[in-house]
């Protein structure tokens, strides 16, 4: 398997995490979320495979940029709203992808040139690469795990380490249990990680909404075609039901506007375009949802 070929991938960060690694190997017999979210982010790091991905998805519902683009703005606002709003110092972001500018460390520092993130993937690439060019070990980290184990990174001792869990911490899940089987049970990561937080954090949370086929029966539709093309290509992504995306904030107390489409969860001015200002067009904006939650 091919490795990244990225000149800056091994570029040194000066903290306690830059050392010369090699590259992990990368899979090229299927697309990855990361990938295919750095092809639509405008990203160097995707390859084929990817890039027909998001062709297929594309023909599935024309637009499925507008999901990618979205959701990020969410997470943006989402995290300068936490920020900026309650003060939240120390975030925590299960399903990272590749560097990208307008991540959540660089989004809270705006607001608090102090806040701490910590990074979390599943992707071996994901972490060698933001491990090469982001984390420090003081205020951005990055460790491997899954949304499907939380028990598991409840116990990573970088995690234990690094954040303070006696002290608000604002839980980033975008997109991130999208990508999490059925059988996996995603609402438990959410349940395990609600217990282990303490008063006064937030999750934020957006997900693939499959509306109400009684009701948007074309919105269904490309909603499940999209389903079958992620799950055919990629192995996961699902669009669930608002009742199934609901079911995640169980225990948490859900904040307003609520769950709702992310387009609508706090939007800005598209003008001047600042991180989350992106704007998604009307035909895609039913088939993702966001909402933000307090313990």
Sequence with gaps: MPRFTSPDFLKPTGGTHARAEPPPMVDLSRP????????????????????????????????????VLGERAFLQRAVRHLAQDHGIEQFLQLGSGLPTPGDPHQIAREVLPGARVLYVSDDPAVVAHN?????????????????????????EPEL????????????????????????????????????????????????FCRPDPGTYPR?????QQLERTFLDQLGSGRWR???????????????????IDVQYWRPLPSTP???????????????????????
């Design 273 to 295: 375009p600042v991180h989350g200002s992106y704007q998604m067009p009307a035909r895609n904006r039913r088939l993702l949802l966001g909402g933000l939650a307090s313990v």
């Design 32 to 67: 990855t979320p990361a990938r295919l979210t750095s092809f639509h982010l405008g990203g160097k790091d995707h390859f084929d495979v990817d890039r027909d991905l998001a062709l297929r998805a594309d023909r599935a519902a024309h637009g499925f940029k507008d999901l």
């Design 160 to 207: 234990r380490r690094f954040l303070d869990l006696d002290r608000p911490v604002g839980l980033l899940l975008a997109g991130a249990l999208s990508h999490v089987h059925d059988r996996d049970d995603p609402a438990r990561c959410t349940a395990v990680l609600r217990q282990a937080l303490p008063p006064g954090s937030r999750l934020a949370l957006s997900h």
């Design 131 to 155: 491990r090469a060019m982001l984390t420090d070990g003081e205020t951005t980290t990055v460790v491997h795990g899954s949304p499907a184990r939380p028990e598991e990174l409840l116990h």
């Design 219 to 223: 919105d269904a539709l490309r909603a």
């Design 241 to 259: 039901t608002r009742a199934e995306i609901e079911g995640f904030f169980e225990g948490w107390q859900l904040n307003e506007p609520g769950l």
